[in-house]
């Protein structure tokens, strides 16, 4: 069975730092863009950050650029988001997505709580 999980969220300070993880199983992400997204109560799950596992090649959202910065171990199936300069508005759970063009898997979520 495929499943995406993901780990490293918690409850920080504003200015602190998270590294998120996702990591699969049952299948290779080598064909895959690996995304993150993150749903605050009440809003709509918005796009964060995107990896390319064939290229390498990396998006952004504005709102978080310069702050985040996403990877990929290969070698591990797993793809990172470093968070560093958190703010209250980054409160959220974040979800890992993979997609290719015929597949799109989600994980379960972990909870990223920012305070003031």
């Known amino acids: 069975e495929v499943q995406l999980v993901e780990s490293g969220g918690g409850l920080v300070q504003a200015g602190g730092s998270l590294r998120l993880s996702c990591a699969a199983s049952?299948?290779?992400?080598?064909?895959?863009?690996i995304g993150w997204f993150r749903q605050a109560p009440g809003k709509e799950r918005e796009r964060v950050s995107i990896?390319?596992?064939?290229?390498?090649?990396?998006y952004y959202e504005d709102s978080v650029k310069g702050r985040f910065t996403i990877s990929s171990d290969n070698a591990k199936h797993t793809v990172y988001l470093q968070m560093n300069g958190l703010k209250p508005e980054d409160t959220a759970v974040y979800y890992c997505?993979?997609?290719?063009?015929?597949?799109?898997?989600w994980g379960q979520g972990t909870q990223v709580t920012v305070s003031s």
């Open positions: 997505n993979a997609r290719s063009y015929y597949y799109m898997y």
């Open positions: 049952g299948v290779t992400l080598d064909d895959y863009a």
């Open positions: 990896i390319s596992r064939r290229d390498g090649s990396t």
